[in-house]
């Protein structure tokens, strides 16, 4: 089995700030790694995935995320935010194998960032 | 490429209702899940079909919801009756196939459900 902590509930900075949204996970088995991002009134999308090679990696609009092993941690990072930034953010691991359970996504609460101009 | 499509989007009841909602994924994605996503909470996975086959209802409260995928396309989730604590947002999702290098499951906007 797989739980998911994210360790803020909410994050407000200043637009141009720096940002850390922090994940930690716990595994039995191996995981691939997800960030997605929620819009208000709107569905998941995808923001960014580790499933492996590099450990750092990065999104198309400025957010990267380091998975550490060791720590179990999937942090996301941005250097600079923007107001469109603003909206709920879920960190999500799912098993690399176990039959019916590969892809199966287990969601951490979600961090809602909040840019303030 | 059309996204995963949901109706309605919202929908209040009083408790002991029933409701459906429906969701159509993305063309050829074999694979549709179901989430409950309540407020301030991250989404939990209710049922995952794989075409006409449920694969996974473990997490899903069988004495009151129900879902079928009939034809391996667009599914529907029904509750019956509905309870307060069902208020929540039911988001549907959809992957390609059940085994594919790279998991991704794609979302549509969900349904939010008030229950009264």
């Known amino acids: 089995a797989q739980s998911v902590t994210q360790l803020d509930s909410q994050v407000p900075v200043f637009e141009e700030a720096p940002v850390e949204l922090r994940c930690n996970y716990s595994?039995?088995?191996?995981?691939?790694l997800f960030w997605y991002v929620q819009y208000p009134n709107q569905g998941l999308q995808l923001l960014l995935k580790?499933?492996?090679?590099?450990?750092l990696v990065e999104s198309i609009n400025g957010f990267e995320a380091e998975f550490n092993k060791s720590q179990t941690s999937f942090h996301l990072r941005k250097p600079s935010v923007h107001i469109s930034d603003t909206a709920e953010y879920f960190c999500?691991?799912?098993?690399?194998?176990?039959?019916?359970?590969?892809?199966?996504?287990?969601f951490g609460q979600g961090t809602i960032l909040t840019v303030h101009p | 490429e059309a996204g995963v499509a949901q109706s309605p989007r919202y929908k209040i009841i009083e408790k002991r209702q029933s409701v459906a909602f429906w969701c159509n994924p993305i063309?050829?994605?074999?694979?549709l899940y179901w989430y409950q996503q309540i407020l301030g909470q991250g989404p939990k996975l209710l049922i995952q079909?794989?075409?006409?086959?449920?694969?996974?209802d473990s997490q899903l409260p069988k004495d009151r919801f129900s879902a079928e995928r009939l034809k391996g396309v667009d599914s529907t989730l029904k509750i019956q009756p509905a309870k307060l604590e069902d208020s929540a947002v039911y988001l549907c999702?959809?992957?390609?196939?059940?085994?594919?290098?790279?998991?991704?499951?794609?979302f549509g906007p969900g349904t939010r459900l008030t229950v009264l």
């Open positions: 999702a959809s992957k390609a196939f059940l085994r594919t290098p790279a998991p991704e499951q794609f």
């Open positions: 595994s039995s088995v191996s995981v691939y």
């Open positions: 580790y499933l492996s090679g590099s450990t």
């Open positions: 999500a691991v799912s098993p690399l194998a176990g039959g019916t359970s590969y892809g199966k996504l287990t």
């Open positions: 063309s050829g994605h074999a694979t």
């Open positions: 079909f794989q075409n006409n086959g449920v694969v996974d």
